[in-house]
């Protein structure tokens, strides 16, 4: 089920403490669906400061997330995997929305392979494309590093809800 992701392995050869071994380069593209809806939220506010704000995405405020990651931006399409994780509104301003994340993202894998994940943390912001560091993995990830270009593809600011394009390189053994 991975494969549907557009998997693409890149092999090269790496030193690692004077002994060589085959590094491997892989690319991820799926959508990261952010839901504050009251039926079924994927993302919710666990805790605020506990001052008065203008803003609708109160600074200080930590949400928790456990968002569904598939193959396409439609909320029927194939899902993937779980995101889940915390992240912190980190601004004062009211117009600019930046958060700081910090997510595992783990895909489900049919066979013998179980499933596949990777932690990355970084800064997002509101308006444009953002990088967030891969910091490892486990499974066939493990020690991954890399980097996340993610996107906004949509967001409708009455149901709260988001969906994030995420374009990943990994480089891992």
Known sequence: ????LAVIFFLTIAPVYGKYYFEIR?????????????ENPSAIMIAHPNIIQTSSFRFGSLFAIDDPLSVGP???????????GLYVSSSRDHVMFTT???TNFTFRVAGSMGALSFYSQGVHLWT??????????RGALRMARGFDLTQITFVNLTACNVILECNVTLYHY
């Open 128 to 137: 444009q494309i953002h990088e967030l560091a891969i910091m490892g993995g």
């Open 1 to 4: 089920m991975i494969f549907a």
């Open 100 to 102: 700081v994340m910090y």
């Open 74 to 84: 439609e909320p029927t399409s194939t899902l993937i995997g779980n995101a889940q």
């Open 26 to 38: 892989t690319r991820l593209h799926f959508f990261l669906h952010d839901t504050f809806s009251v």
